[in-house]
């Protein structure tokens, strides 16, 4: 039987034919519904809320506190603005490390400097991890405004990941709930007083467990145990410098911990050595309100789990911290 | 190379196209070529374990056939079994009964001198090794003649869209294609294009978003208290092994029929079956139907007594337990569907009585119900074994879910939970339109405006919910 060779067949034409049309109509769509994200998007950014990095470049307050959960929940800016006279706010996001803070922060400073920044220490900051680049996708709406510096941190998140840019769909990635809720809060007006604190309830762990104290280890036994990942350093250190180079003040805080025994939880207190050595090259002073350093965290009361303060502890770490904070400035 | 990834996403219209392209009696050499970089991509060196098992069953198929006496032919077989069979062993499982005789002589207290080594699976060794050996035992069987020509031959073992993780092809069916001259048809391709997208959304949008929570789950069993959240993860994980695994076959059936090749059906909305036997006929097609083949009858099959049928059963699916991984879990997994087979045959009598009695025989639609929630929910209690990490795990999870705790479940991030829901929800909608027939017949049937909301759906369906890093296909570790 002899082969079909020819490139102008029916079969070929019609082929072609109908993935031109496939891609034309793809992209119709992408474009389409990309805008409508977008505006979308655009309707929660500035309004102050809307969770995560939308409230944060929505910020204008002197004092801004960054980091994960832990800065999110334990730093309230009422205490902090009643000692220190500055406008506060925590632009902390669950689940995030210093990539994410390093992100947010050139978001931010593209569009105002403020007085000082604080950034909550956490060893898990600096710890590798398989999604430490997955978890920047909150950033992929932000792809668009041309900031030279969050563009390349997130083109590290695959080789492929410019030309994923190229749609405009594609930022909008795992937000359409989120999108959904807090343009459905916009459009019934409601506001957000939290600046950003987002206390947690209760107690969620056994007070009467044993406590895990901390441990020292020689630099050797502590890389080779709690290896930080090569290139996070580079990014404190990029934090750091780019908030200068706009005039801001950085500052450190090392908070309380309550690991306990037997929670299966792995005590990453450690890191946070290897994260005072790396700020300690960078001259940040590191403002410690801890377990060992303040003897009422040893109140089993004030944790809500291993890694956070409840709502009575943070108010307790809130007034500690800004009396702390107000020496410094 | 993963079918979920945008290297996939190029390759696969190259290979297509230059398929095309090329003159018949080429086409061999571009998939030779093709399928080898395809496996080469994940570890290079490995692909000599394909050439080796491909050479050995190509002499040994040759062999066969030029032998003059049936202890020659025989012989051939042996040869081609024990050095296939040598190699899966020593690759997938050494370093899993070294391990088990080190705790066995540890636990006695008597030492044990073979010291701890690691090997890595090659990828796929399971499916390869298993499709050529079909090979050999049909050409001994007298089914089908030695592949004379060594390339297609070698193509047959090797062909990139069912390499890794199926279907396992038989070469009655499928090393003809090979032979055959194909053109492009556009209905062909429009099918496997349409596969191949719903394949993807499969597997981004619903495996890998509900493994996100799986995970957090089964990774962490003894953080976890409540009843509900071990239920609602064994759920959830028989939906992403499900998704996972069918979305790879899809891809695969898709890819291969974009240039005229058919792979075998390999699922059949399995959780719509109403009996464990029914599930093997609709689960893994190919597998349960090579096990079959090659294991069940050879061991007497149905010819011989219950008591040694049933025997034969238990063996068959022990040891399809043990195909799927090097742990005890999996062989516990293929223990207890061998359990629920031999169950089902002794009980099938007492269950028409007990459904006569409950007046449910004569209600087929609630006796269908039942039929299908029951399996279902015997299913879920084997892949708790699947899933789990290991045996004690395991336990723990089934015991947490009998302590009947419902305090309140964890859902983790509330929207990835939803999303991974509304995956789940968009599958069931899809399946249960397509009734009997196959993803790609209700597709085909679909007017114009469907289809192509069809393929809107499952592209920004993918775009906006999708999991982009969630990694290779779970059935890439058999």
New interface residues.
């Given amino acids: 039987?002899a082969?079909?060779?020819s490139i102008f067949?029916s079969?070929?034409k019609?082929?072609l034919a109908?993935v031109a049309l496939?891609a034309a109509?793809?992209l119709s769509?992408?474009f389409v519904?990309g805008a409508a994200l977008a505006k979308a998007h655009r309707r929660v950014e500035g309004t102050g809320f809307g969770g995560g990095v939308s409230h944060a470049v929505a910020q204008r307050n002197d004092l801004l506190v960054f980091g994960s959960s832990r800065a999110m929940s334990h730093y309230n800016p009422k205490i902090l603005s009643g000692k220190t006279g500055l406008g506060a706010a925590s632009v902390g996001i669950e689940g995030t490390n210093i990539l994410s803070h390093y992100c947010l922060e050139q978001l931010i400073l593209a569009r105002y400097s403020p007085r000082v920044i604080v950034l909550d220490l956490i060893g898990t900051d600096l710890e590798e991890t398989s999604?430490d680049?997955?978890s920047l996708s909150i950033y992929l709406p932000y792809y668009r405004d041309g900031n030279e510096a969050l563009n390349e941190v997130l083109f590290q998140?695959?080789k492929?990941e410019p030309?994923?840019l190229q749609?405009k769909?594609?930022p909008?990635?795992?937000t359409?709930?989120?999108l959904a809720k807090y343009n459905s809060d916009v459009l019934r007006g409601k506001t957000d007083e939290s600046n950003g604190f987002h206390p947690y309830a209760g107690i969620e762990m056994d007070p009467a467990a044993v406590l895990l104290p901390a441990r020292t280890y020689a630099p050797a036994e502590r890389e080779r145990l709690f290896p930080v990942a090569s290139y996070k350093p580079g990014y404190v250190k990029s934090f750091v410098e780019s908030a200068r180079n706009k005039g801001v003040t950085v500052l450190a805080c090392k908070g309380p911990y309550r690991f306990v025994e037997g929670s299966?939880k792995v005590d990453t207190r450690p890191y946070l050595d290897a994260y005072a050595e790396v700020l300690g090259e960078l001259n940040v002073p590191i403002i410690t309100i801890d377990e060992t350093s303040h003897p009422e965290f040893n109140d089993s009361s004030l944790f809500r789990d291993d890694l956070h303060l409840n709502a009575k502890g943070a108010d307790v770490f809130s007034t500690l911290f800004a009396e702390a904070l107000a020496q410094h400035l | 190379m993963l079918f979920n990834s945008?290297e996939y996403l190029i390759f696969l219209p190259l290979v297509v196209a230059c398929y095309f392209a090329l003159?018949?009696r080429f086409r061999w050499v571009l998939l030779l070529v093709t399928s080898y970089y395809f496996y080469m991509c994940w570890k290079a060196e490995y692909a000599v374990l394909i050439m080796v098992s491909t050479l050995i069953d190509y002499v040994s198929a040759l062999g066969m056939e030029r032998a003059k006496t049936q202890v020659g032919r025989r012989w051939y077989l042996g040869f081609s079994l024990a050095s296939n069979l040598g190699i899966l062993f020593f690759f997938k499982y050494a370093v899993f009964f070294n391990e088990s005789f080190r705790t066995a002589f540890e636990r006695f207290d008597l030492s044990y001198g073979v010291p701890y080594f690691d090997i890595l699976l090659p990828v796929g060794i399971s499916f390869y090794t298993f499709q050529s050996l079909s090979y050999t035992v049909d050409v001994y069987r007298g089914h089908r003649k030695a592949e004379h020509h060594f390339g297609v031959f070698a193509v047959y073992v090797c062909f990139f869209p069912q390499l890794v993780a199926g279907p396992i092809e038989r070469a009655v069916s499928f090393l003809p294609q090979f032979h055959e001259?194909h053109?492009?048809?556009?209905r062909r391709?429009?099918d496997g294009l349409r596969l191949v997208i719903w394949g993807l959304f499969k597997k981004l949008v619903v495996a890998d978003r509900v493994s996100l929570y799986v995970d957090s789950v089964y990774n962490?069993a003894?953080?976890h208290e409540s009843s509900l959240t071990f239920m609602l993860a064994t759920y959830l994980f028989a939906f992403q092994i499900y998704c996972d695994f069918s979305a790879y076959s899809d891809i695969a059936i898709g890819s291969a029929r974009m240039m005229g090749f058919d792979l075998m059906e390999n699922f059949r909305r399995p959780y719509a079956s109403k009996s464990i036997g029914e599930f093997w006929r609709r689960w893994h097609i190919s597998l349960s139907t090579w096990f079959r083949d090659y294991v069940f009858i050879p061991l007497g099959g149905s010819q011989v007594g219950q008591k040694r049928r049933m025997m034969n059963l238990f063996i068959v699916f022990l040891i399809s337990g043990l195909w799927h991984g090097a742990n005890w879990t999996f062989v516990v997994w293929g223990a207890l569907h061998g359990i629920y087979i031999v169950t089902g045959i002794l009980l099938l009598a007492w269950r028409e009585r007990l459904w006569s009695r409950l007046g449910i025989a004569s209600r087929p639609r609630l006796r269908a119900f039942i039929e299908v929630a029951v399996t279902f929910h015997l299913v879920c209690l084997g892949w708790i074994f699947f899933r789990a990490n290991n045996v004690s795990d395991a336990f723990h999870i089934i015991g947490s879910i009998l302590s009947v705790n419902l305090s309140a479940p964890y859902i983790g991030e509330?929207?990835?939970f939803?999303?991974g829901v509304t995956g789940i929800v968009a599958l069931l909608a899809l399946e249960y339109l397509q009734g009997q027939r196959t993803t790609s017949e209700m597709l085909h049937e679909l007017p114009a405006a469907g289809r192509?909301a069809f393929?809107?759906a499952c592209?920004?369906g993918i775009?906006?919910?999708?999991v982009?890093?969630g990694g290779q296909f779970i059935y890439f570790q058999f």
């Fill in positions: 039987m082969d079909s060779s067949s079969e070929h019609r082929l109908k496939f109509v793809m769509v992408d519904l999604r680049f997955d998140r695959s492929w030309l994923k749609s769909v594609y909008y990635n795992s359409l709930l989120g299966g | 945008i003159p018949h001259v053109r492009i048809e556009y391709m429009a962490n003894y953080q509330a929207a990835q939803l999303y192509w393929y809107t592209v920004f775009l906006l919910l999708g982009f890093d």
